[in-house]
Structures are given as structure tokens and as C-alpha cells.
């Protein structure tokens, strides 16, 4: 089985003689495998048709095209696909109470993706991209392990997950204020002064959001994850823009808050990672793919 992704950031079929159709030797013998249904808009591949040649990935000049080999039985198991000849995920982690349970890869390779999905804001499709994705067959397609209960639970309101997000960067242009008035806004449960106190946060409460460095806008997203009450707790990059003693800092506290909730953590730091998380999923592939 071969999958084709086109990058459609990258295709520009106005601006180029559609090589990766002129050049494909099963077009060439009268197959239909790369198609352009409207002239001069993008190509669609048709991938059970496609031998894996990768004169297509060769002959584009944009370098828009990936073809890669996957065999038949992983194919079946698609988690989610965004759309036509776009990225697949293959399989979901399992989470643990009481453990750190780390997502290891390269960018690109779906663990926010992922993420997104176990926290309940992303319904997965299984590959069928064109239907409106269902939280029954979610349910129903995990009901024989431990996820289709954690799904069940999340989706009926039974469980709650919350998502650090990875693009701190952003904060500023979606939220407006002090840190102190941000973080008091976002305390559901009165523990303010304990979460500011374990991030040693006390002399920045009074900085403007718009005037914060990386690290303490990376703060300020932990800060506001650990303040809400969940059950389930994903983070995803914790670490970046922080220096060594904070990052040791943030995973102290994250090691605590295991011992009574689930918590995930997506992080690029293999020494953090390694003094942390109880286990660690593998995510191979190839980016974007």
C-alpha cells in the first residue's frame, strides 16, 4: 500500500507543466493514478493505483509531493486522516493514573494530533475524512480495550481533560491583561497562590501579557493548565523557553500531580523526558505524512 501526500501549501499546478502526471509510468501505460479533476488546480492521487515509483516526489519542482510505503495491515488502522492524499495517524496511546506517560517524535509525526484527540476536542475518523466523525463509533471501535471506556467517560462529561497547548507565542494575541489578572480569571478552584508559588511566579504577576518573555508566557500556559480542574492533564512542549532549574521545576510538579491524575506530556527534552515519564510511546513515520 502506498500513501501520497500532497503538500497543498506547496503545489502550485499554475506554475508548473503538472510533471508528476506527465512523468508517471502507470499514466503512461493508461492508468489513471495521478488525475487533475479541474485543470490548473491540484492534483488528486490515487493511491491504491500508485506502484511507489517516486518519480512524482522527483519531477515536482515544488517538492509538494510524498509517496510512502506502508504495509496492508497498518493501513486498516487508521486513527484519523485530515483529508484527500493529507496526514494519517495510526493507533493512540495508552494513558495510566499514577504514571507520567511521555510521547516521543519528531515534528510533524501527529503527537498534537493526538493530543487533541485524548483530550476530546478532536473526534477521530478512522480514514473516513468525508463523514462527519461520530463519538459512538469512537466508543465503539475502542470498546474492547482500555480507551473505550476513557473515551466514554470524556464524552459524557464523566471524565474531564484539559490540553496545555504547545504555541505559547500566540498567548498574547487571544488574551489581554496582567499575568496575575489572567491567572485569577482562570482559578476555578482557589489554588492561586499555590500554583504561582510552585512555579515561582510571584515577580511577574504584574507584567503585561503583550511585554512577557517566552519563558514566562510558557509559564503562564502551565500556570493556568494546573489552576483548572480536571482529571485528565496533557501537556503539550512544557519545556520550551524555559532554562534547566525551571524545567526540573515543571516536571517536579508534574510528577506530583501523577500521583492523583492522569497526566501526558509531549516533550522534545530526552534528558527531562527520561527523569520523568514512567513510560514513553514512539512515534516514527515520516513528517507531516
Known amino acids: 500500500m502506498q500513501i501520497a501526500v500532497l503538500d497543498r501549501e506547496r503545489c502550485h499546478p499554475k506554475r508548473c507543466h503538472h510533471e508528476c502526471q506527465y512523468y508517471c509510468p502507470p499514466v503512461r501505460s493508461g492508468t489513471p493514478t495521478i488525475e487533475f479533476p479541474v485543470p490548473d488546480e491540484q492534483p488528486v492521487i490515487n493511491e491504491p493505483l500508485c506502484i511507489g515509483c517516486g518519480i512524482c516526489v522527483h519531477r515536482c519542482p515544488f517538492g509538494a509531493i510524498k509517496i510512502i510505503g506502508l504495509p496492508d495491515e497498518l493501513n486498516s488502522e487508521i486513527t484519523h486522516q485530515y483529508g484527500l492524499n493529507s496526514f494519517r495517524l495510526y ?17 510533524g509525526m501527529g503527537k498534537t494530533t493526538t493530543l487533541k484527540i485524548l ?16 463519538k459512538d463509533n469512537v466508543i465503539r471501535y475502542f470498546a474492547t480495550s482500555l480507551m473505550g471506556t476513557y473515551f466514554q467517560d470524556i464524552y459524557e462529561g464523566k471524565r474531564k481533560a484539559v490540553l496545555k497547548d504547545q504555541n505559547v507565542d500566540l498567548i498574547p494575541r487571544v488574551v489581554n491583561g496582567t499575568l496575575g489578572e489572567i491567572l485569577r480569571r482562570n482559578d476555578p478552584q482557589n489554588r492561586f497562590d499555590d500554583v504561582v508559588s510552585q512555579l515561582e511566579m510571584q515577580g511577574s504577576l504584574d507584567r503585561d501579557v503583550k511585554a512577557c518573555s517566552g ?68 512515534v516514527y513515520g515520516q513528517s507531516g505524512a
Open 215 to 282: 519563558g514566562e508566557l510558557q509559564k503562564l500556559a502551565i500556570a493556568t493548565t494546573l489552576l483548572k480542574d480536571a482529571d485528565i492533564y496533557l501537556f503539550d512542549e512544557m519545556s520550551s523557553y524555559l532554562d534547566v532549574a525551571e524545567r526540573i521545576r515543571v516536571a517536579k510538579i508534574i510528577q506530583e500531580l501523577s500521583r492523583t491524575k492522569t497526566v501526558m506530556v509531549v516533550e522534545h527534552d530526552l534528558a527531562l523526558m527520561d527523569w520523568m515519564a514512567d513510560s514513553v510511546h514512539l
Open 91 to 107: 493507533s493512540l496511546p495508552i494513558l495510566e493514573q499514577g504514571k507520567v506517560t511521555a510521547i516521543l517524535g519528531q515534528n
Open 119 to 134: 483530550s476530546g476536542l478532536l473526534v477521530p475518523n478512522f480514514g473516513k475524512y468525508e463523514e462527519e466523525a461520530s
